[in-house]
């Protein structure tokens, strides 16, 4: 495989969202609550199957062998702060199936204990973290609002009682809400947190009443929605992109046929399959690590996008796409949402979703489960961390077509440089797991190549060459490119680069 890079080859497409690249802080974090058991070090490496136990064949008693209780999370810590606020100004979604069972707990009166018809409780110093966390970060804010049988049932309409208190007190502590969805992905009735019986026609009801109620009251904050998950899971996972055959789901259609109240950012979820901890049970749904950098794979988030573009024509005429959960598996992550090999599909999204269109990719999440950014509890940052972190360096809101057709071994797309006018930045991805791809250089450039070193299940991601781990008192790396000639480069299979020129 042989590519040529020129500048002079470049054609503009559109501009791009500034805070493309944002992420999650689920909910259940921040309250502490149950969330996806993380892998061992052996089933990371590959060398150990995850397995889960379906004796039973009760639903809710197998999904205790995927899940696990976590404390919340310090979102006070200085290495979190410091390493989010380096990806610079940021969405950050507080969301999440939990809450929307949760109760905000302000005034201190429940001793933990969850009130009737909600399972959770938030406490204001919890919230004041949150909200410590994105003034720290230069953040916006971004929520989903309870919605339950605490709040009211399917029979009845939605009422702000408790999203009063969340959003009132933001404002009022200089943090505002900027963005919300009214409930996390409630196209999965079953498992949505919803009062019990809750369908469509009641949830397009309680939107309505949500957004109205916002508009009215806090004007400045986006109304974002329908908040369901991308495409539909045919037997051929090849074609599935997303999740969505593990429920009898209720389509976009359903769930936003007669709204009044108009969206102003089109929502959905996008995982490309679904992980080692719900394989056994949606076989069909789950791509083994040797399909993750196949055609089919690196293609689904991509596709999802464009197939949404005629969706938001229908439901949010000129408004943008907002990916508000992405990552490689939903169920936590892969084995290998933590190494080098998901670097492959996280560059390829970025780049492919911004040819697309424009919008925002919400990763799930910033530091939670496998998929996350940063490891659980210790922060430590993944390969992926600073993937992105490159990307925010170097790719500004330009979007160019390369004129270079998608193929095995040559993923290529361009933006402007994010500080350097005069510059043009390529990202070259080679997907192939044997062949080495040539890239042909018309001028002198600056080269940044990523790799496992030669491990693609490596947890640590090398530079050129250079691993990429924080140095003393949480140094950040020093990102830097090496200067080449004209002339020709050879990117080796599994090998990421970025090309500054």
């Known amino acids: 495989m042989k590519i040529t890079l020129s500048t002079t080859n470049l054609k503009e497409l559109h501009e791009g969202n500034p805070m493309m690249m944002s992420y999650n802080v689920e909910f259940a974090e921040v309250t502490g609550g149950t969330f996806w058991k993380g892998y061992t070090e052996a089933q990371i490496a590959g060398t150990e199957p995850f397995v889960l136990d379906l004796s039973s064949g009760d639903f809710m008693e197998i999904q205790k062998g995927m899940m696990q209780v976590y404390p919340p999370v310090d979102l006070y810590n200085e290495r979190i702060r410091k390493l989010a606020k380096a990806f610079g100004p940021a969405w950050v979604r507080v969301s999440g199936t939990w809450a929307t069972k949760t109760y905000y707990d302000f005034d201190g009166t429940t001793n933990g204990v969850a009130p009737e018809g909600f399972d959770n409780v938030l406490t204001k110093d919890q919230w004041i973290g949150v ?87 806090y004007p400045e904050c ?28 209720c389509t976009t259609e359903m769930l936003m046929d007669g709204t009044k109240e108009p969206l102003d950012v089109f929502s959905y979820h996008c995982y490309n399959g679904i992980s080692e901890r719900m394989a056994q049970m949606v076989p069909h749904m789950h791509w083994g690590a040797d399909k993750a950098m196949s055609e089919a794979y690196l293609a689904t988030p991509v596709e999802a996008a464009r197939c949404t573009l005629p969706v938001v024509d229908t439901y949010c005429p000129g408004g943008e796409i907002w990916v508000t959960e992405a990552g490689d598996a939903g169920a936590g992550g892969c084995t290998w949402a933590s190494t080098y090999l998901d670097v492959v599909r996280t560059l390829n999204e970025l780049g492919g979703f911004a040819a697309v269109t424009k919008g925002v990719i919400f990763h799930n999440t910033l530091a939670s489960s496998d998929y996350g950014f940063l490891k659980h509890g210790t922060f430590e940052p993944r390969p992926n961390y600073f993937a992105v972190l490159l990307w925010n360096t170097l790719m500004g809101t330009t979007v160019f077509d390369t004129g270079i057709p998608v193929v095995e071994g040559a993923h290529v797309y361009a933006h402007n440089h994010k500080s350097d006018a005069d510059k043009k930045v390529y990202l070259v991805i080679n997907n192939s797991w044997t062949d080495t791809t ?25 530079l050129n ?8 008192n949480d140094a950040l790396p020093e990102l830097k490119g090496r200067t080449i000639r004209a002339g020709s480069v050879e990117l080796k299979p599994g090998n990421c680069a970025f090309v500054v020129m």
């Not at 971004?142 to 009132?168: R, Y």
């Not at 060459?465 to 003393?472: A, H, I, N, R, T």
Request: with cysteine; proline share 5%; aromatic share 10%.
């Open 222 to 249: 986006l109304l974002v929605g329908p908040c369901g998950n991308s495409g539909t899971a045919e037997d051929n996972k090849e074609k599935a992109g997303g999740i969505a055959s593990m429920f009898n789901l």
């Open 131 to 217: 909200l410590e966390f994105v003034k720290a970060v230069d953040g916006k804010l971004m929520v989903s609002v309870s919605n339950c049988d605490g709040i009211h049932s399917t029979d009845e309409p939605w009422t702000q009682v408790e999203a009063e208190k969340l959003f009132s007190f933001s404002k009022e502590y200089g943090v505002p809400i900027l963005a919300a969805e009214f409930m996390n992905e409630p196209n999965m009735m079953a498992t949505s947190g919803g009062p019990k019986g809750y369908d469509a026609p009641a949830y397009a009801r309680d939107q309505d009443i949500f957004f109205a109620w916002v508009r009215a009251n």
């Open 438 to 462: 040539i890239v042909e250089l018309e001028q002198d450039a600056e080269l940044y190549v990523l790799s496992g070193n030669g491990n693609m299940r490596s947890t640590v991601m090398y």
């Open 465 to 472: 060459d250079e691993p990429l781990v924080l140095g003393e």
